[in-house]
């Protein structure tokens, strides 16, 4: 089989458990060559699970100069995403980028800008719930026209559930120069690309934003954020990491039914006439349109992060469609810096695409005057 020389940039967390995979023969179609990390502790690991059989390399740039991959997957904290991509991406490497995209959208629209003057080269991102059977029938229903106009959509994303002793462990995570935001930079980049995967873009957003309200950390640990998009319908995202046991449910209104993903399950309720055409045409007063209710079977397999590599090497080799392009991760992140943005500058509506400057001066001066290079 046709193989992809694959190398692993950040041997931590996520990094290892992709090693992990590609070890147990989960992804047959990548090779993996070479493994690069700063910190030395976590090279002696890599090396310790995978003795002689890659190369190790103390910094990322040694590991894109070294002419032993042809393909990276950059597993370093979120600041570096974009400028390690443009790196690898300028040395003829193929990309596959973690979530989020990067910090700033002004960054990512960099990274954005060098991977679109390499069409040869494939730039992906690692949102491994776009293959989730569940939101890929949801988003086919959605676009597909089953519940009509859409009118509102609403996400309660609420099971992102992280204790004091989880943030204790320090590093990068849950400061404004480390990741440069909470629960929005860490766990929701995932959500946040699916919902404008499935419903599309919004056009504006406003938010109540709460820092460090139940944790002891800088960043923001509660989020209620409301979006309008072009087409005049109304999101509420609401995200939190103190619920227990959370919930996780996209809830998307139309004018002909309600479509409703919980659970790994999809539900719709769709309405024998269109909302518009029941309101212009009724006459007796109190009185709703009639539904038929219907669970939607969801087929097919949860493949994660392995379907993500599969697929990456898959469009290297043979020019598989990409399951989620490197382009589309500025996306999520728009939306992510608005919700920011808005309650930072006092919770009113955020135009998208956002003001990139001034979020840039907010961020900075979080971060101590400087945006973290
Ligand atoms: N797609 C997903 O579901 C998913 C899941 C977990 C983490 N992530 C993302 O992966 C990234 C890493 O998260 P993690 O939990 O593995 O963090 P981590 O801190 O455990 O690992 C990061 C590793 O990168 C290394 N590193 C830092 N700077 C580097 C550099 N310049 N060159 C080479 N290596 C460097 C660190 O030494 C560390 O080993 C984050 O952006 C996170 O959001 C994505």
């Known amino acids: 089989m046709d193989q992809v020389r ?14 992990g995979k590609i070890m147990d023969g989960q992804v047959p179609n ?3 060559t070479a493994i690069a990390d700063t910190d030395p502790a976590r090279l ?15 910094t990322a740039e040694a590991l894109i100069g070294s002419g032993e991959t042809e393909a990276v997957h950059i597993c370093t904290p979120h600041y570096l995403h ?80 992280r204790s004091q002793s989880y943030y204790d462990q320090g590093g990068w995570r849950a400061t404004w120069k480390g990741e440069g935001g909470g629960v929005l930079l860490n766990q929701n980049p995932h959500n946040l690309d699916m919902w404008q995967w499935i419903v599309g873009m919004p056009s504006r957003v406003r938010s109540q934003v709460y820092y460090g309200r139940h944790r002891r950390i800088e960043v923001e640990d509660d989020v209620i954020a409301m979006a309008e998009y072009p087409n005049g319908a109304i999101g509420t995202y609401i995200t939190t990491v103190i619920d227990a046991p959370g919930t996780n449910r996209l809830e998307i209104d139309g004018t002909r039914g309600r479509l409703v993903v919980e659970n790994g399950k999809l539900h719709l309720d769709a309405l024998e006439m269109d909302e518009h055409e029941f309101n212009r045409t009724w006459t007796k007063g109190l009185g709703k349109p009639k539904m038929t209710g219907s669970d939607i079977p969801v087929e097919g397999v949860y493949t994660a992060h392995v379907g993500i590599m599969t697929n990456f090497c898959d469009a290297i080799l043979h020019g ?12 999520g992140l728009q939306i992510s810096n608005a919700i920011h943005l808005s309650d930072w500058t006092g919770g009113g509506w955020v135009d998208l695409p956002v003001d990139e400057e001034l979020f840039c001066r907010l961020l900075a001066e979080k971060c101590g005057g400087s945006l973290p290079q």
């Open 6 to 19: 694959y190398g692993i940039i950040g041997y931590g967390k996520i990094g290892s458990q992709h090693v």
């Open 30 to 32: 990548l090779r993996l």
């Open 44 to 58: 002696a690991a890599a090396r310790e699970k995978l003795g002689d059989s890659v190369r190790y390399f103390d």
């Open 82 to 161: 974009p400028p390690l991509a443009i790196r690898a991406l300028e040395n003829g490497l193929h990309t596959l980028v973690e979530k989020p995209a990067g910090v700033y959208t002004r960054q990512v629209r960099e990274m954005n800008a060098v991977a679109a003057r390499h069409p040869e080269l494939k730039f992906a991102m690692d949102f491994n719930q776009r293959t989730d059977p569940a939101y890929i029938k949801a988003r086919e229903l959605v676009r597909g026209g089953a519940v009509g106009e859409i009118v509102h959509t609403h996400w309660l994303i609420t099971n992102w559930y």
């Open 320 to 331: 598989t469609p990409l399951l989620a392009g490197g382009e589309e991760g500025i996306n």
